[in-house]
């Protein structure tokens, strides 16, 4: 089945869909196609804690029922910096919009006179 991921760090976020079966290092693989970074220079987390490369999507909880199109899992990226250690997981907060103006919020129509 098809999970939807949000992968994450700092204030960039890039949406990716994969199956259950596809492994840690595979997606790695999706993103160093986005990032242009090596795949030895990511780090992937889920809940804070660094994902085994060599596990399913599956395997570390990312399921159809909790990956979804309308509400994708979160994935943190961290990478290497060029003292060869890696940065640390940071994720900034998404915006909330703002709220609708008065003219742009749906009005009920109701009408006083009658169908004919």
Known sequence: MDVFLMVRRKKTTVFIDAKEST???????MIKGITKRGVEEMKLFREG???DDHKTLGDVGFTSSTARAQAPATIGLALRQEDGSFEGLEITELSTPPDLPEVMKPQESVSNHPQD
């Open 49 to 51: 804690a660094v994902i």
């Open 23 to 29: 492994t840690v290092l595979e997606l790695k693989r």
